[in-house]
């Protein structure tokens, strides 16, 4: 499976999620889902008065992809600036997840980032 | 005993590779494979004989009319309706379901009124009658299954009363692969003046089906599952019912007389058939049902029943994988799954990459998959075309991504 989009780097932040967890109090929480398949990832994130990141942690449950990319995007989030992070696309995700993934399992990738932004949006209020 | 390496010929999909692997195509239940025979028969309408159908004077347009026209005489014989007229072309089961709860259900159920559903019922044959009973104020009502994965038929004298009017159920579960006692069902919905809709989706593909025999008054099924074109299916209802429905759609082909403020119907069937109907994937279904014909329903089913039986065997003897639903010879040719607590779109994922076509989710049943208390199923399909060996290689592919995914 040398193409495969299951390499050792994905299988190992989904055997070993980084920062899988719960904040005892966190200033900006997103969370989103998706009915068709089940997964639902949850973003929680401290940061300081200058808006850089502090803490970030992800819960939830869901397929290999979507799991080990909220492992690598919590990983990323750490001491980055609000307003960097509301511009992370969704190119950059695929970058950091540096697979190849069909159209069917994009959605998968996605998910953390859409967790992301709706708690970056929250953070206009 | 099917001759299943000379029936893979007439399949020239079967040949492909994919991921570098020989396809292993297992996703039959949702949609099947077409053989030579069928696309011939398409190919020839449109290179030989093809015209829009109907009043057509000229010899083209009486020549595809009688093609057309000779495929509902085909499925007709299939399922063994009394009369050709008794067979309306649709799109698919979903419209077939969708027209019965427009005509006749607009006409017959009412407020308090029941309709009986079951736990393993497809969307599509629960949503549309949801619409109906909001737009009614009629109730649903469903029979549910037991842990095994059977209907629990010891509950539908509790449930059938006056009140229904109609029971709505699947001759086999697209997820459970359970077969249903359809005649007993409907014999029931009759004693208490009910009539009986069967979702034939997922039967009618697979094993004989004889209207007359089991009674019901509508049966639907889709031509893209039985190795007929996608964007035509049948609905069977008894000629008495479709006498009286209102039509469905308005428009050509539908009419006998137009004036401006209203217009009289056209003869069953094509009061039910509005527009420029499917032409050449009915002619196309015509052909698959003669090749489903000529090989035997009894065989397809028999073959499948003994390669399903294999594959269950070889899957329920990996550690970690449960199969839902009941053993081997109470289904048909659909084995639902867990493996370990890999997600089925994963695992659906890695076994592409191993050549092996699979479908993962809930194939549109989420009432059965929340009754299972599952989000999701990983589900291998078995047709006439599917073999033994094929069974290993899914096997051994689940092995290997075990190894894989490891944990
Ligand atoms: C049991 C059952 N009913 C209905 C359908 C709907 O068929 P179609 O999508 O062709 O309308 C399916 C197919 O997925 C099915 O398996």
């Known amino acids: 499976m040398a193409s495969s989009p299951y390499r050792e780097r994905v299988l190992d932040h989904y055997h070993h999620p980084r920062h ?7 200033d900006l929480i997103g969370e989103k889902d998706n009915p068709v398949c089940g997964d639902r990832v949850r973003i929680e994130l401290r940061v300081d008065d200058e808006g850089r990141v502090l803490e970030a942690a992800f819960s939830g449950d869901g397929c290999i992809i979507s799991m080990a990319t909220a492992s690598m995007l919590v990983e990323h989030v750490y001491g980055r600036s609000v307003s960097e992070l509301r511009r992370l696309t969704q190119e950059d995700v695929l970058r950091m997840l540096g697979i190849d993934l069909g159209p069917a399992r994009l959605h998968c990738a996605l998910l953390p980032l859409e967790a992301l932004h709706s708690a970056l949006e929250a953070s206009r209020e | 005993m099917l001759d299943v390496e000379r029936i893979r010929r007439d399949f020239p999909i079967l040949c492909r590779q994919v991921h570098g692997k020989p396809l292993v195509f297992l996703d039959s239940a949702a949609s099947s494979q077409k053989p030579l025979q069928v696309l011939a028969a398409m190919e020839e309408t449109y290179r030989q004989c093809y015209a829009n159908v109907h009043r057509g004077v000229y010899t083209l347009s009486e020549e595809a009319t009688c093609s057309y026209e000779e495929a509902r005489d085909k499925v007709a014989s299939f399922i063994n309706a009394r009369a050709r007229e008794e067979i309306i072309f649709t799109r698919n089961t979903t419209e077939s379901i969708n027209l019965v709860a427009y005509t006749w259900g607009r006409t017959h159920i009412g407020p308090g009124d029941r309709i009986l559903l079951t736990e393993m019922e497809h969307h599509s044959n629960i949503v549309p009658w949801q619409l109906l009973a909001q737009e009614k104020g009629a109730e649903l009502v469903y029979l549910p299954i037991t842990d095994e ?33 359809v005649k007993e069902i409907v014999e029931k919905a009759h004693q208490v003046g009910a009539i009986a809709l069967v979702d034939g989706a997922q039967a009618v593909p697979h094993m004989p089906v004889d209207v007359q025999d089991l009674g019901c008054d509508f049966l639907a099924f889709s031509g893209h599952k039985m190795c ?73 089913a028999a073959h499948e029943q003994e390669v399903v039986a294999y594959a269950m065997e070889r899957l329920s003897a990996l550690p970690g994988l449960k199969i839902v639903g009941p053993p081997a010879e109470h289904r048909g040719g659909v084995i639902a799954f867990t493996f370990r607590n890999i997600h089925p779109h994963d695992l659906a994922h890695l076994l592409d990459l191993e050549g092996i076509a699979v479908r993962a989710g809930h194939h549109c049943a989420q009432p059965l998959h929340r009754r299972l208390g599952l989000v999701a199923t990983t589900r291998a399909s078995f047709y006439l075309y599917n073999t033994s060996e094929e069974a290993d290689r899914l096997a051994e592919a689940l092995e290997k991504v075990a190894r894989i995914v490891g944990k």
């Not at chain 2, 137009?258 to 420029?276: I, M, R, Y």
């Open chain 2, 228 to 300: 007929g074109p996608t964007g035509i299916g049948v609905l069977y209802g008894r000629e008495e019912l479709l006498e009286e429905m209102p039509p469905f759609l308005g428009g050509g082909d539908m009419i006998r007389r137009v004036e401006l403020d209203h217009s009289t119907w056209n003869d069953l069937p094509w009061k039910f058939e509005a527009g420029t109907p499917a032409i050449v994937e009915g002619i196309g279904l015509g052909a698959a049902v003669d090749y489903l014909t000529e090989i035997g329903m009894e065989a397809i």
């Open chain 1, 20 to 26: 899988r967890r719960r904040l005892k109090a966190p």
């Open chain 2, 149 to 181: 994965g059977f209907l629990d038929l010891d509950r539908l004298d509790d449930l059938l009363d006056e009140r229904v009017k109609l029971v709505a159920f699947t001759m086999m579960s697209n997820v459970l692969g359970t077969i249903i006692p």
